[in-house]
């Protein structure tokens, strides 16, 4: 098996190193994981640092694009890197893994299974409601084949709305506003019969004062920080941010990401009061329903080989 892991990147630096690193650590002999790094960094000097501490091999490349958004990160790729391996996942800069099967499981449950996508569910198709229902993917988090990534690309794109135009895409049904990755999956639902699996979501880390909830704990397989962009944009980071987020992201960037601010990090998780449950997306009929007791079963047996 192969994954091409697409890391989006945006003046994250202490990220970076915690993302890599923790993809470099659970690497399994029979798995062959490439990374590409999309920096959208504006800064020249922050663009030599990265060069400088990730040099670029047969396993890592480093992709330079104007700042248009993580879905604009897939289409560019999709266009203009060619991509050898089986499988592609998309993560965020600050999506941790922190499980040796964090790859393995999804990419073998799309193996084994008629499922297209394996991932988090982005919650937001009821913003789009005029567009009738789809069932859109998480970009900071979800794993397909290589092919299913690159007709969604051409078809539609991931690129949102205000972008669109630098990636003529083959379809330009959309109407209105478009999130990242929105117009990729509502094409997708509309014109394909592609099922889909989403994790539970059971924890969290805590709540910044303006930008809401951070630390997402799923299912055992990544850690999503959050606000990986956001909390370089806001105007005030103490007032918007909180002095516990920036805390823990002073110290990631003077310490790193060891193993044990990993473990003291996932001490501090609370639970959610609506844990969000693993979840099924039919593309035939178009309805979520919840996975059976041998499907569970399946994705839990495979985390554990």
């Not at 109407?175 to 539970?200: C, I, M, P």
């Not at 473990?263 to 099924?280: D, G, M, N, T, Y």
Request: hydrophobic share 40%.
């Amino acid at each position: 098996m192969s994954c091409t892991v697409i890391i989006f990147h945006f003046e994250s630096l202490a990220y970076l190193r915690a993302v890599v690193r923790q993809i470099l650590k659970y690497q399994r002999d029979d798995l062959l994981v490439k990374i590409i790094i999309v920096d959208q960094s504006p800064d020249e000097s922050y663009i030599k640092a990265i060069y400088a501490e990730f040099p670029v091999n047969e396993k890592l490349h480093i992709v330079r694009t104007s700042p248009f958004g993580s879905g604009y990160s897939v289409d560019f790729v999709m266009r203009h890197v060619p991509i050898t391996t089986d499988f592609i996942c998309t993560i965020d800069v600050d999506t941790i893994p922190i499980h040796k099967n964090w790859l393995y499981a999804p990419i073998r449950l799309i193996e084994e299974t008629k499922f297209t996508w394996v991932g988090v569910h982005a919650q937001i198709e009821s913003a789009y409601g005029h567009m009738g229902d789809f069932f859109c993917m998480c970009q900071h988090y979800r794993i397909a084949r290589t092919e299913t990534y690159r007709n969604l690309s051409f078809k539609a794109g991931f690129t949102k709305n205000d972008h669109r135009h630098r990636i003529t895409p083959e379809n330009n049904e959309w109407r209105g506003w478009s999130d990242d990755a929105v117009v990729a999956h509502w094409w997708e639902d509309k014109y394909l019969q592609h099922n889909k699996f989403t994790l539970a979501v059971s924890h969290f880390l805590g709540s910044a004062p303006t930008e809401g909830m951070y630390g997402r704990y799923t299912d055992d397989l990544v850690f999503h920080f959050g606000f990986s962009y956001n909390w370089k944009m806001v105007r005030d980071q103490k007032a918007c941010m909180g002095d516990e987020y920036l805390e823990w992201m002073r110290r990631m960037d003077t310490d790193g990401l060891t193993d044990e601010l990993i473990e003291e990090i996932l001490s501090k998780k609370k639970p959610l009061v609506a844990p969000i449950p693993r979840l099924c997306w039919d593309g035939t009929n178009k309805s979520i329903y919840a996975p059976n007791t041998e499907l569970n079963e399946l994705f839990d047996k495979l985390k554990a080989e």
